[in-house]
């Protein structure tokens, strides 16, 4: 009685695990493209700005880490790193080091271009 419940079990268990790897049927694509929608539209262009609330002082907090002496620091050590690892012939790594390096320093812009002003 029991072997019989498992084996129930398992294959509806594996039906529902194949189920989940076959591709979207046209009925269920358009479900979900009408749930996004309805998310999108119920939600609106005001939710989307996250420039004020937690995202907003957390924003402020990192950049003030990041334009201070923390990024002060990791740009002086990025530069130095930079050089040892011209020096040694990784030349790759010493452009991505100068790419840290000049991303310190223009972090707030590129927040600001992308994810609108931090408080």
Known sequence: MTSIKLNKL???YTDA?????IAPS????????AVGVVLIASLGAENAYAGAGTFG???SKMLLLVEG???ALV?????VAAILAAAL???KMAWSLVVVSIGAFILR????LFQGSCV
Not at 26 to 33: E, V
Not at 109 to 112: A, C, G, P
């Open 89 to 91: 012939g990784g030349f």
């Open 109 to 112: 812009s590129w927040i600001q």
């Open 57 to 59: 002082n957390a924003c």
């Open 10 to 12: 398992r294959q509806s």
């Open 17 to 21: 695990c194949i189920g989940f790897l």
């Open 75 to 79: 740009a002086a050590v990025a530069g």
């Open 69 to 71: 002496a923390f990024g």
């Open 26 to 33: 046209k009925i269920q694509r358009s479900l979900l493209f």
